[in-house]
């Protein structure tokens, strides 16, 4: 069974622009949730969607968003990107939100703004 | 916050066994106990899981006290490839997949 992708592996950006990164889950899997991990701060929860509908949301500022398809594969994008977004993304799914289903993380979209 | 707490490091010679403790003393009834490993600038990997009892997969074992306030990974022959930062990460059975990462323990596997 093939894992989690995402697309682009590697991005650059510059100050002020926006990006749109994808997620395919495993097959199967209907609840995907997002991840920024930066040296800083590590890795820190953004949101999850399940169903097309957010369910969990981390504490992040406006600009981040996402939303799921009814395929479940998901996309989040980031307004007005600032120096500090640069970080790796990463995106992990889940058969349910259930506490006893382990979510698995695809190899992450390497994000740099300039 | 992170709920569990973890040395920051630890080293391990090859062959042996990597015994890797976390401390979640103030875990909740329907928490699970979630460990994850992440290789450089990669992913993380999921390991194992475990509620009550002990677990063991193809990758390690997870003991869980009987109070549930403390757990050990222990990956029983370790290898080069073993050397990561490992994750213990307390989540709730009924909050859907967040997972809230602490800091971990990075291991290091010498020959």
């Known amino acids: 069974k093939a894992g989690v992708t995402q697309t682009p592996r590697y991005l650059i950006k510059t100050r002020g622009q926006q990006v749109t990164l994808s997620c395919s889950p495993i097959s199967g899997h209907r609840s995907v949730s997002w991840y920024q991990q930066t040296p800083g701060q590590g890795l820190q929860f953004l949101f999850e969607y399940f169903s097309e509908t957010q369910r969990n949301k981390g504490n992040f500022p406006g600009r981040f968003s996402g939303r799921q398809f009814s395929n479940s594969r998901s996309e989040m994008n980031v307004s007005t990107l600032e120096l500090g977004d640069s970080a790796l993304y990463l995106c992990?799914?889940?058969?349910?939100?259930?506490?006893?289903?382990?979510?698995?993380f695809g190899p992450g979209t390497r994000l740099t703004v300039l | 916050d992170a709920k569990t707490t973890q040395p920051t490091s630890m080293d391990c010679a090859e062959g042996r066994a990597a015994n890797l403790p976390c401390n979640h003393s103030t875990i909740s009834g329907n928490e699970y106990v979630y460990w994850y490993r992440q290789i450089h600038s990669q992913g993380p990997q999921y390991i194992i899981h475990?509620?009550?009892n002990n677990e063991t997969n193809e990758m390690a074992s997870l003991i869980i006290t009987e109070d549930r306030k403390s757990s050990t990974l222990i990956l029983p022959h370790a290898t080069l490839r073993d050397t990561a930062v490992y994750y213990c990460i307390v989540r709730p059975h009924n909050q859907g997949g967040k997972l809230i990462f602490g800091q971990g323990t990075e291991l290091s596997v010498k020959p």
């Open positions: 475990g509620l009550k």
């Open positions: 992990a799914s889940s058969l349910s939100l259930a506490g006893e289903f382990e979510q698995f």
